[in-house]
């Protein structure tokens, strides 16, 4: 049997540690670095997953002012990153990936970015992932990602497709296990931008979450299956995407069905549509990292067959991993 693949997961947030539940149950994968905003852990051998996904708050680990840089330091020990840190602004993420490039040269990078702006600034790295002979798999989520590559199967049956439409549903029992996720949707909302949501306090968060009842609803959220699904022609034009959803902060029960609809033309002439439903019993976290660890599979899959550079989620199915 190969040796797993060996993985550094950057945030130890929410995501970030429902990430350690996840590779405590894969054997083909295993942890050998995590940081948080101010430590780091790092070992050879492997990190016991399970002691760090039943975790809360910081890292029990060593203290640093720059915890990125010091997973980056131990390069030698990972062969891919899996990146569940918090992207606001946009430009904090694809930032991160250029100092992968720099400091772990033929690595892989895996993201769960949302927002349309961001992707596109991951996807101008492309020639500097060449350079590097890495990998970048981009909007490698839930939506982005698991949703926008259903929606490539989905148009197969379709000499065109008119609409892509993705109705999202989350339900948390506590909203402070996925600060950095809400804050992210917040920036959504009418009114409100990633500058104002990043600036946003926990007490005036919980006043906002007061007044909605815990509810937010979005819609027309700049995601970027719009820019994904136009990448590998799905669509002609990004405006025939459309995503918006509904996440209760209050309890874990999803209060409405995730659902990717795909509406097009037949060879036939006539007008249908497939419909892509996640069962309301999976997570927000089953559903974003699930495809994640996939996508890093098939991005190790990539780089050992010498096709380097910054691929979206929408350009290759993720392989399963045991």
Not at 146 to 165: G, K
Not at 207 to 216: D, E, V, W
Not at 302 to 314: A, I, N, P
Request: a neutral charge.
């Amino acid at each position: 049997m190969e040796r797993p693949i060996r993985i550094a997961v950057l945030g130890a947030g929410g995501l970030g540690r429902a990430a350690c539940r996840l590779l405590a149950a894969k054997r083909e994968l295993q942890l050998t670095a995590i940081c948080d905003s101010k430590s780091f852990l790092a070992s050879p051998e492997g990190l016991n997953c399970r002691e760090l996904g039943s975790g809360s708050g910081e890292l029990a680990a060593q203290r640093c002012d720059d915890s990125i840089g010091a997973v980056l330091e131990h390069a030698a020990w990972f062969d891919a990153v899996l990146i569940t840190l918090p992207n606001m602004p946009n430009e904090f993420i694809p930032g991160v990936v250029g100092r992968s490039f720099r400091a772990a040269p033929g690595a892989v990078c895996v993201d769960v970015l949302k927002r349309t702006r961001a992707v596109e600034l991951m996807c101008a790295l492309d020639a500097e992932a060449k350079a590097a002979r890495s990998v970048v798999l981009t909007g490698c989520g839930a939506t982005p990602g698991l949703l926008s590559a259903a929606a490539v199967l989905a148009a197969q049956s379709f000499v065109e497709v008119e609409r892509v439409d993705i109705w999202w549903g989350v339900g948390i029992a506590n909203w402070e296990a996925y600060k950095a996720t809400i804050r992210e949707d917040i920036a959504h909302l009418p009114g409100y931008s990633v500058e104002r949501a990043k600036a946003m306090t926990d007490a005036e968060v919980e006043a906002l979450l007061g007044r909605t009842n815990g509810l937010l609803e979005l819609r027309h959220m700049e995601h970027a299956d719009d820019l994904l699904l136009e990448r590998v022609g799905v669509v002609r034009s990004q405006d025939q995407v459309e995503v918006g959803g509904v996440m209760d902060t209050r309890h874990p029960k999803k209060p409405v069905s995730t659902t990717m609809t795909l509406t097009g033309i037949t060879l036939d002439g006539k007008r249908a549509s497939h419909r892509f439903i996640l069962g309301d019993e999976t997570s927000m976290a089953a559903n974003v990292l699930g495809p994640a660890l996939g996508y890093l599979k098939r991005g190790c899959w990539l780089q050992r067959h010498g096709l380097y550079g910054v691929f979206g989620s929408t350009e290759f199915l993720p392989m399963v991993v045991c």
